[in-house]
């Protein structure tokens, strides 16, 4: 399995939008609508942002919103807030019953 | 309200086996339509999915670890054991347990997590 490939670093200032983008094949991100973003901070539990590439958890700010093309997948964070500066992973079911994620992005609030 | 807990020994020896729970509190892993997984993350890397379990203890494994990984129920109930093998200092790593659930509460994704837990395999 390979590892779905996502920029190292992206950054925005406040308020302003920035998307992330998670590149798979056709045997992953291709092939499912079954792409998910995962908010990482330090210490704390990971939190589910986007689920089936671009439905929300309840909870979830419409602030975050994912979408599909071919064998990419992308999040966008609108309204840039302090607070989302934090790591983000992308994730693809990816056939016979396993998951592939990506490499995970920073993202830097300036 | 669902909350995810891992414990486990934090250092571990070249060889050896990595031995790690997962508490879950608030529910019930025999309840549900919810596969129960592990992943984990390495220093500076991308999280890896290394397999999950139902309740039936139908297992599902990442072929990269090549047997190495063992998923069960745990000897309490309301826990999930994880059994990694041989272990090496690439396997140092922050250990979480997620809930996967297969209903439209978030098909296919990991909707809850641990805080996880960090092993290091040294000498």
């Known amino acids: 399995q390979s590892v779905l490939t996502q920029p190292a670093s992206v950054s925005g200032s406040l308020g302003q939008s920035v998307t992330i983008s998670c590149t798979g094949t056709s045997n992953d991100v291709g092939d499912y609508n079954l792409v998910s973003w995962y908010q990482l901070h330090p210490g704390k539990a990971p939190i589910l942002l986007i689920f089936e590439v671009s439905k929300r958890p309840s909870g979830v700010s419409n602030r975050f919103s994912g979408s599909k093309s071919g064998n990419t997948a992308s999040l966008t964070i609108s309204g840039l807030r302090a607070d989302d500066e934090a790591d983000y992973h992308c994730c693809s079911y990816a056939g016979r019953s396993t998951y592939v994620f990506g490499s995970g992005t920073t993202v830097t609030v300036l | 309200q669902v909350q995810l807990q891992e414990s486990g020994p934090g250092l571990v020896k070249p060889s050896q086996t990595l031995s790690l729970t997962c508490t879950v509190s608030?529910?019930?892993?025999?309840?549900?339509?919810?596969?129960w997984s592990w992943i984990r993350q390495p220093a500076g890397k991308g999280l890896e999915w290394i397999g999950r379990?139902?309740?039936?203890?139908?297992?599902n494994y990442n072929p990269s670890f090549k047997s190495r990984a063992s998923i069960s129920e745990g000897t309490s109930k309301n826990q999930i054991s994880l059994e990694l093998t041989s272990v090496t200092a690439a396997d140092t790593a922050i250990y979480y347990c997620?809930?996967?659930?297969?209903?439209?509460?978030?098909?296919?994704?990991?909707?809850?997590w641990g805080q996880g837990t960090t092993v290091t395999v040294s000498s």
């Open positions: 997620a809930r996967n659930p297969f209903s439209d509460v978030a098909y296919d994704a990991f909707d809850i």
């Open positions: 379990i139902y309740r039936s203890g139908t297992t």
């Open positions: 608030g529910g019930s892993i025999g309840t549900g339509s919810y596969y």
